[in-house]
């Protein structure tokens, strides 16, 4: 019954931006950390971002540090994630996932999305 729906992909100039979206049904949506994690072709689940149940706490992988903002809007039961400055290494499928505690390991999350595709054009 849980679902976890992106949405916001596309395809995008380098040095562009886009914001992501994923809206969660099923679940205690507050009840858990959220995350994004990439995965482009022939390359491993890599984190993201991700944020506490609260939206308090906010940690960043750094290949997109700086460059990315993770929030949510528990009233909404949904989780954003804006990227700037788009380089044609971010092209990836992009997925965010839920996981009763802090942590990067894309094994450690219960739940997870269909993903969303972004790619950057240099």
């Known amino acids: 019954q849980v679902q976890l729906v992106e949405s916001g992909g596309g395809l995008v100039q380098a040095g562009g ?3 992501l979206s994923c809206a969660a049904s099923g679940l205690t949506f507050s009840s858990y950390v ?6 482009a072709p022939g390359k491993e689940r890599e984190f ?3 944020i ?3 939206g308090g706490s906010t ?3 750094d290949s997109v540090k700086g460059r990315s903002t993770i929030s949510r809007d ?4 949904t989780v954003y994630l804006q990227m700037i400055s788009l380089k044609s290494e ?3 499928v992009y997925y965010c996932a839920a996981t009763g505690f802090v ?3 894309p094994d450690l999350y219960k739940y997870w999305g269909q993903g969303t595709q972004v790619t950057v054009s240099s």
Do not use: P
Request: aromatic share 14%; proline share 0%; hydrophobic share 30%.
């Open 59 to 61: 940690f960043y992988g």
């Open 74 to 77: 528990n009233a909404k039961n």
């Open 34 to 39: 959220m995350g994004w994690f990439r995965q």
């Open 52 to 54: 506490s149940r609260s």
């Open 103 to 105: 942590t990067t390991t």
């Open 48 to 50: 993201v971002a991700g």
């Open 17 to 19: 931006s886009l914001r």
């Open 90 to 92: 971010d092209t990836a």
